[in-house]
C-alpha cells in the first residue's frame, strides 16, 4: 500500500471494518491531510494504521488520506458480499468519485493561485 501512495497527493482507502456493535453496511470515512499523518497517535496500529505508521517512519506518507471502511459481519474468504454490504457498493463509489472531483478541484485552484502570485 505504500508504495502505491509514495508521492501521491491524495490516497484513498478502502478498509473493512468491525465495530461492535456491528452494523453490517455502515459507511465510515476518515480524513487526514500532510498535519494528521504525521502526528504519531492519529491512528491504532491495526491495518492501515500499522500501514501509516510506517509510511511515516519511511518519509512516504501521501498528502492527504482519506480511508473508507466499510462495516463488515464476516470476513471469511469464498462468501462474497453480503446483502448490507453489496448494498453500500454505489452509494461508496459515488463518495470516493466525489472526494477525487473535490481534491482535483482544489489542486486546480491552488495551481492556479500560484499562477496568479
Do not use: F, K
Amino acid at each position: 500500500m505504500i508504495r502505491l501512495w509514495e508521492n501521491a497527493q491524495l490516497a484513498v482507502v478502502l478498509e473493512p471494518a468491525h465495530a461492535r456493535p456491528s452494523r453490517p453496511g455502515r459507511i465510515y470515512r476518515l480524513e487526514l491531510d500532510t498535519a494528521a499523518l504525521w502526528r504519531a497517535g492519529t491512528m491504532h496500529p491495526h491495518g492501515l494504521g500499522a500501514a501509516v505508521s510506517l509510511a511515516r517512519a519511511l518519509g512516504r506518507l501521501p498528502g492527504h488520506l482519506v480511508a473508507y471502511a466499510v462495516d463488515v459481519a464476516d470476513i471469511s474468504l469464498g462468501h462474497g458480499l453480503s446483502e448490507p454490504v453489496a448494498a453500500t457498493v454505489g452509494q461508496l463509489a459515488e463518495r470516493v468519485e466525489a472526494d477525487l472531483v473535490r481534491h482535483r478541484g482544489a489542486a486546480a485552484r491552488g495551481s492556479a493561485d500560484g499562477a496568479r502570485a
